[in-house]
């Protein structure tokens, strides 16, 4: 089954320097019938304005993933690290047993445009830990790349929890197939552009829900930039 969520149904909120899309339950946005799915906790779409940003606050027990689409976010932490992502660049935090970080936009002048992600993790009470890599646009072309795994293989940043994420940039007369393992589900969000997944039009900030499908096809009619989520 592919259950379609659609941009404009997702929660909303406009801060001036913030625009933020939710497509779980978020802050002062709840709905009892999307407050995740699976170990997907929090996938939200944000803008933030240049020179603008979230200041120093906590985390505990959770799978951060950042994913930037345009523009470049400023990272500072309380374990000391500090650095720019920009698009094609995957960061993965683990809140653990706490760990407070800021997120600005590194530009004066530009929005930045990114996807932030919360994973639950296998476990509570973890080390928290940072990790940041880099994939080219070339790797992400035609294919679905692996960028985030539970044990960090081809290249991936990892994460405490049996999930895994695939970035792929999906040009025009492009098919791709991916085949779920029985009893996994997935979450598919289109971060740019127009796919088409299973003979269902999916257009930018649209999401689906897959479960009880062993097999999907994704194609576009142009470039076209997505997240495919496997999750148990």
């Known amino acids: ?81 500090g650095s720019v992502i920009r698009p ?33 993790p296998d476990r509570p009470g973890l080390q928290p830990g940072y990790e940041q890599k880099s994939y080219s646009p070339e790797s992400r072309t035609s294919r679905l790349k692996l960028v985030a795994s539970p044990d960090g293989r081809d290249g991936s940043v990892t994460i405490h929890q049996d999930a895994f994420i695939y970035a792929a940039i999906i040009n025009e007369d492009d098919t791709l197939e991916y085949h779920f393992e029985p009893g996994r589900r997935g979450y598919l969000q289109v971060a740019t552009g127009d796919l088409v997944v299973d003979g269902h039009l999916m257009r930018a900030g649209d999401g689906a829900r897959i479960s009880q499908v062993d097999q999907i096809a994704l194609g576009s009619p142009k470039r076209t930039e997505i997240l495919l989520f496997d999750l148990p």
């Open 1 to 81: 089954m592919i259950a379609l969520r659609r941009s404009r149904d997702r929660g909303h909120a406009n801060h001036g320097w913030l625009d933020s899309h939710h497509t779980f339950s978020f802050a002062d946005y709840y709905d009892p019938a999307h407050m995740g799915f699976s170990v997907l906790r929090v996938l939200n779409e944000d803008r933030v304005a240049p020179g603008m940003g979230f200041g120093t606050h906590p985390h505990r027990d959770m799978e951060i993933v950042t994913y930037v689409l345009e523009g470049a976010l400023q990272h500072q932490d309380s374990l000391g690290n």
């Open 88 to 120: 094609g660049d995957v960061q993965r935090m683990s809140a653990g047993t706490g760990v407070t970080h800021s997120e600005m936009n590194a530009s004066q002048t530009d929005p930045v445009h990114f996807l932030q992600i919360w994973i639950l």
